[in-house]
């Protein structure tokens, strides 16, 4: 039943997530299984792409941690988004690579997962970081010793086609609260140049961030 080799995901990878928990080992694996399908090493700057079908509000999204950890597709280099389709799912595309690979994980092992003790804890309000380490340790292990072929499903998306946005440095002053904010975020507004924040809100408002987090795509 169990694998030849328990796959081994280096411990900087677990304090970078902050708990012991099965799904940030499932997106390390998954980046590394897209790694390998792509032919290509973990990134060091801006070249792969990863379009995570996570949502929110489900909490599977441990998993993004575990593929910005082994395929270096970062949210802070902007390497990866939510497509918001709530799937235990995601699109690893790169730009020498013709297409793209979707991995999903596979409804039998999600189901194999479910009835583990640590989603009674979980369902019971109980965060990772409080559940025993044997219980947490033993799901993981499950993950760890399980079989690529029984984790995923990979399928090649020949099609599949992204631009990156170009990157660019430029930036102006909002008209209104003088804040620098990159040219690509500024709105015109009663003919002056403002930013998202006093574009929506009056000044003495200060709403920041309003429209992303009462709008989130789709
Ligand atoms: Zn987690
Ligand atoms: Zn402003």
Redesign the pocket.
Known sequence: MMSTQKFQIPEWAFEFHGHACPFMPIGYRMGTLALQKLGIEKCKDHELHVFSEMGIGHPQGCMQDGIMASTGATFGKGMIEKLFYGKVAAIFWHPDRMGAYRIFLRNEFQDKLAPHEFFAYRKKGIEPSQIPAEVGQDIIDIVLNATNDELFDITYLPNFEYKPIKGSFAKAK??????Y?FERYLKVKEGKK??????EHE?SEKVFYHAYISNPKK
């Open positions: 909002c008209e209104v609260c003088g804040e904010t403002v930013c998202i924040s006093c574009a000044p």
